[in-house]
């Protein structure tokens, strides 16, 4: 494939908002497409094609000085508009026309987003409304990042499918009543380019989550709420509630917590991946922060070996056979569709 089967004109997440600083330049590469992002001097969040205009050096090999990102080629500086400030070696003389490409980039639920596409089409009403969290919205937080040598959409199926965590989370996520899950109904809607699932499993033991939290302490099995939202390309929340299974909760209204996961593909084999947990009981207790980051991370580096054998997989298959759908991929088969439709429209405006 090529960077033609990657949406374009989308935000995609590029760092977390504290891996970018004043003090040096991030490098980072999105869709085929290698970034710089730096903070300038006012703290505004820039970024950059990661190549100088002057002989394609990489731009975050250099240094920040006084807010600007300076090439530790030749010394040009640049601007977080993509503007040139100065040559050295031509005695402050400037060349007409002579900057890097920036991109349009803004700062959300903890995130820097970067968009790749048409710069005129970068509308921040687009930025996916993950919902708030952190300590000013009563929560508490924990996150990691993986490489993944995996092409996104594969990440986007296991998210949306979560059958598989009976098996491949079997002594982790997959440790209480996860079994459940394979007889477990979902229920799921599109809605222009977002799907939304819900799958309830009632009467089931304690999950560790659950347990850890304290919050249904004495109140015995519970019913599981597992909602999941996903947003085109490739970002995806997970909301999961419990309550008493003697309540018959027709539906969830507080989540116990939420998974958010970012997506980004650096090229059609490969990811960079984000997730953040979140959860509202005991939301100030750092033992229980570490368990919750320690399980969660256990959990997804399962996964990594998984994904990355089902793109070696399909690549190496000689007859490259169709992906077949079980009952549980329904979500995932509708969520390929709509990147599908979107690529169609994407290219042919730009055939166009």
Request: include cysteine.
């Amino acid at each position: 494939m090529t960077t033609e089967s990657l949406l374009r004109n989308h935000w995609y997440a590029a760092a977390r908002i504290e891996e970018v600083t004043a003090d040096a330049p991030f490098a980072r590469t999105m869709l085929d497409e290698p970034i710089v992002l730096f903070r300038s001097k006012d703290g505004s969040i820039a970024a950059l094609q990661d190549r100088c205009p002057h002989r394609k050096a990489p731009l975050s090999m250099g240094r920040m000085v006084d807010g600007e990102i300076q090439c530790n080629y030749h010394g040009a500086k640049f601007g977080g508009d993509g503007v040139c400030s100065l040559i050295p070696s031509q005695e402050g003389k400037l060349i007409s026309g002579f900057a890097a490409r920036p991109y349009p980039v803004t700062e959300a639920h903890g995130m820097i987003f970067v968009w790749i596409g048409e710069a005129e089409k970068a509308d921040l009403d687009l930025v996916p409304d993950m919902g708030a969290y952190g300590p000013n919205a009563g929560t508490g937080v924990v996150g990691g990042y993986m490489y993944i040598k995996a092409n996104y959409l594969l990440l986007v199926d296991n998210l949306l499918d979560l059958t598989h965590i009976a098996y491949l989370h079997e002594s982790t996520l997959g440790a209480t009543g996860a079994e459940a899950l394979l007889a477990g109904e979902m229920e799921f809607e599109v809605t222009g380019d977002n799907i939304r699932t819900v799958r309830i499993v009632r009467d089931q033991v304690q999950t560790f989550f659950a347990k850890k939290t304290g919050k249904f302490e004495g109140q015995g099995n519970l019913d599981r709420f597992t909602i999941t939202n996903f947003w085109a390309p490739s970002y995806l929340e997970l909301q999961l509630c419990n309550a008493p299974s003697s309540e018959h909760m027709p539906k969830c209204d507080v989540p116990h917590h939420r998974v958010h996961h970012c997506i980004t593909p650096e090229s059609d084999g490969a990811v960079h991946y984000y997730w953040t947990m979140a959860w509202y009981h005991r939301p100030d207790d750092a033992d229980l922060a570490k368990e919750f980051h320690t399980v969660t991370k256990l959990a997804f580096d399962e996964d990594l070996p998984m994904l990355e054998a089902q793109q070696r997989n399909i690549e190496s298959d000689p007859e490259q056979s169709p992906l077949v759908n079980f009952e549980g991929d329904k979500a995932g088969v509708a969520a390929r569709k709509i990147v599908t439709k979107l690529l169609a429209g994407e290219n042919a405006r730009a055939a166009e």
